[in-house]
């Protein structure tokens, strides 16, 4: 199994532009999650699946928009870049939401 | 609000020490707790679960405490070695229904010297 993948690894963009980060497993979890981590904030949630066809907003979900079509994907938008989404991004799963958690490798975004 | 505070933020060892990190939290209401080890530029790994209900976890040399009245948790990890070093997170889970969610602290880097 290869567990929560992510990607891209890393992407540097440009204020105003658009991209999606991808994050897949293959645990079969109905839950999934977005997260940032940026240095002395620790990680904060931005949105979270509870099951295919659903989304619900976490702590920071401004600027961000997320979709679940199919059960093992979780997508993650930005629609206009700003320079404060520098972050390192963060992707998991887990069976239910009091079970644990199980990340994918992350993905470094910068935008100059 | 629920507040989580690992100390200390950094930690430096001989290989071979026995060693303590601690994560507190404020409000003891807590449905469990789950200790993370994140190594540089890579994504987190669930090292421990404790329920609530429980008092500890053992994973090989990893010992996880909770005492919900204080609020306090701690990581023990027993003749540290330096494949070891990383950062330990402690994030905490309370709320209730679809409404439970993981509150992290700043976590503590640690680092084992040869």
């Known amino acids: 199994n290869a567990g929560v993948t992510q990607t891209p690894k890393f992407r540097v963009l440009k204020t105003g532009q658009s991209m999606t980060l991808l994050c897949a497993q293959d645990?079969?979890?109905?839950?999934m999650y977005w997260y940032r981590q940026d240095p002395g904030m620790g990680l904060r949630l931005i949105h979270y699946s509870v099951g295919e066809g659903t989304t619900a907003k976490g702590e920071v979900p401004d600027g961000y928009n997320v979709s679940r079509l199919k059960k093992q994907n979780f997508l993650l938008g930005l629609e206009s870049a700003a320079p404060s989404q520098t972050s390192v991004y963060f992707c998991a799963s887990s069976y239910s939401q009091v079970h644990e958690q199980y990340f994918g490798p992350g993905t470094r975004l910068t935008v100059t | 609000k629920q507040e989580v505070t690992q100390i200390p933020a950094a930690l430096s060892v001989p290989e071979g020490e026995n060693l303590v990190l601690n994560c507190s939290f404020t409000?003891?209401?807590?449905?469990?707790l789950q200790w993370f080890r994140q190594d540089p530029g890579k994504g987190l790994t669930s090292l421990l679960l404790?329920?609530?209900s429980q008092r500890e976890q053992t994973s090989g040399r990893l010992n996880a405490s909770l005492d919900k009245s204080s609020g306090r948790s701690t990581l023990y990890i027993a003749a540290s070695q330096p494949g070891d070093s990383a950062t330990y997170l402690c994030?905490?889970?309370?709320?209730?229904?679809?409404?439970?969610?993981?509150?992290w602290g700043l976590g503590t880097s640690l680092a084992v010297n040869p």
């Open positions: 404790i329920q609530s």
């Open positions: 994030a905490v889970r309370k709320g209730a229904g679809n409404n439970r969610k993981l509150i």
């Open positions: 645990m079969n979890h109905e839950y």
């Open positions: 409000d003891s209401a807590i449905y469990n």
